[in-house]
């Protein structure tokens, strides 16, 4: 880990786990991707003082929420424009926080995908390195697919 800086909770994992890939222009998708959930959030990604421990990391339990289709109980929506554009910007911060940087959107995709609407996104699978709910080869072929 010689070299790696950043801050906590933006750092993407490659920087600290160098089996995962090396550092690229991928790293700095990650640490975007983090950032825009914390926007759309209002809250860090890791909040200790929440009521509920499945609340503690955001990343995760909007992705819950997104797969159940449940209500995403963000603060200061007051209708479905504000509503659509949260939803979108979580979709693709998700994608942003891929483990798998190939997985992770470039940000001219990232841009392109914000520039679209927000039912031509798919849910990213759960970034994480314990559960993943899909394939990671399956990551790429999602993601180009959002292109078209």
Request: charged share 25%; glycine share 8%; hydrophobic share 40%.
């Amino acid at each position: 880990m010689l070299g790696a800086r950043g801050t906590p909770g933006y750092i993407a994992p490659e920087l600290i786990m160098r089996n995962i890939g090396g550092v690229s222009h991928k790293s700095d998708v990650y640490s975007y991707g983090m950032m825009v959930l914390e926007m759309v959030g209002k809250r860090k990604n890791i909040e200790a003082a929440v009521d509920h421990t499945s609340e503690i990391y955001f990343p995760h339990w909007v992705h819950r929420r997104l797969e159940l289709q449940e209500e995403l109980g963000l603060h200061g929506i007051t209708n479905e424009d504000d509503e659509g554009i949260a939803k979108k910007m979580i979709v693709i911060g998700l994608w942003c926080i891929q483990i798998d940087p190939r997985a992770r959107p470039s940000m001219t995709q990232a841009i392109e995908m914000l520039k679209g609407s927000v039912e031509a996104l798919q849910i990213p699978p759960k970034p994480s390195l314990s559960s993943p709910s899909r394939s990671i080869a399956a990551c790429p072929r999602e993601l180009s697919s959002l292109q078209e």
